[in-house]
């Protein structure tokens, strides 16, 4: 069985840079790094297990949220032929409100 790739809406890398950003003039450059570059790994990870996190079907088909190192929330899409990363909020956003 083949699984889906994993890719990031454009709302998702918008969301990876302006969390570097951040950390990097709260805490500095190497440690935004190191967070983004987990968090992506973390990302990619949905390769093996899709069906991981949470449904919330009732928000949007196929929605599923996940929680990352106790700080960000992961919001991705289950489809056929892909997981698609649609945001990415940190430090308590509220994610329901602010998804689409």
């Not at 949220?65 to 700080?71: L, N, T, Y």
């Not at 698609?84 to 409100?97: D, K, P, S, V």
Request: hydrophobic share 45%; net charge positive; charged share 30%.
């Amino acid at each position: 069985m083949k699984r889906p790739p994993v890719v990031f809406a454009p709302e998702a890398r918008d969301d990876l840079v302006a969390l570097y950003e951040w950390i990097a003039i709260e805490a500095s450059p190497k440690v935004a790094l190191s967070y983004i570059e987990r968090l992506e790994t973390h990302c990619l990870g949905l390769l093996h297990s899709p069906k991981r996190g949470q449904a919330r079907d009732g928000i949007r088909p196929g929605l599923r949220i996940e929680g990352f190192e106790r700080r960000l929330t992961v919001a991705f899409a289950v489809e056929n032929d892909r997981v698609i990363i649609l945001r990415l909020f940190y430090a308590g956003r509220n994610w329901e409100t602010n998804l689409f």
